[in-house]
Nanobody, 122 residues
Framework: QVQLVESGGGLVQAGGSLRLSCAAS????????TGWFRQAPGKEREFVSA????????YYANSVKGRFTISRDNAKNTVVLQMNSLKPEDTAVYYC???????????????WGQGTQVTVSS
């Protein structure tokens, strides 16, 4: 069984940066992709970014394109989401997940972390 643990969330002013990490432990095996999703209060969970196992392909939601960068270090079983130029609308709980398909759809992701809170003040 694989476990995912997110870290790096916190409170930041608009325009600031945060670096989220997703660490995998347990019976880690190759997965098609790792994705980041977020959920704000009263809203549905939405796709943020995904990266393939090799790191050769990445995918971003339009709302974060140009501001967020996803990367991975398979030797450390870690995926990182670098978030720059943060906006108040980025405030949400951020989740990482391992997927069976390189996709922006939550149903394609089978293992989820517990999330880390990101709050951006105006």
């Amino acid at each position: 069984q694989v476990q995912l643990v997110e870290s790096g969330g916190g409170l930041v002013q608009a325009g600031g940066s945060l670096r989220l990490s997703c660490a995998a432990s347990g019976r880690t095996r190759n997965s098609a992709a790792t994705g980041w999703f977020r959920q704000a209060p009263g809203k549905e969970r939405e796709f943020v970014s995904a990266i393939t196992w090799s790191g050769g392909s990445t995918y971003y939601a339009n709302s974060v394109k140009g501001r967020f960068t996803i990367s991975r270090d398979n030797a450390k079983n870690t995926v990182v989401l670098q978030m720059n130029s943060l906006k108040p609308e980025d405030t949400a709980v951020y989740y990482c997940a391992r997927g069976t398909v390189f996709s922006d759809r939550p149903e394609h992701y089978t293992v989820w972390g517990q999330g880390t809170q990101v709050t951006v003040s105006s």
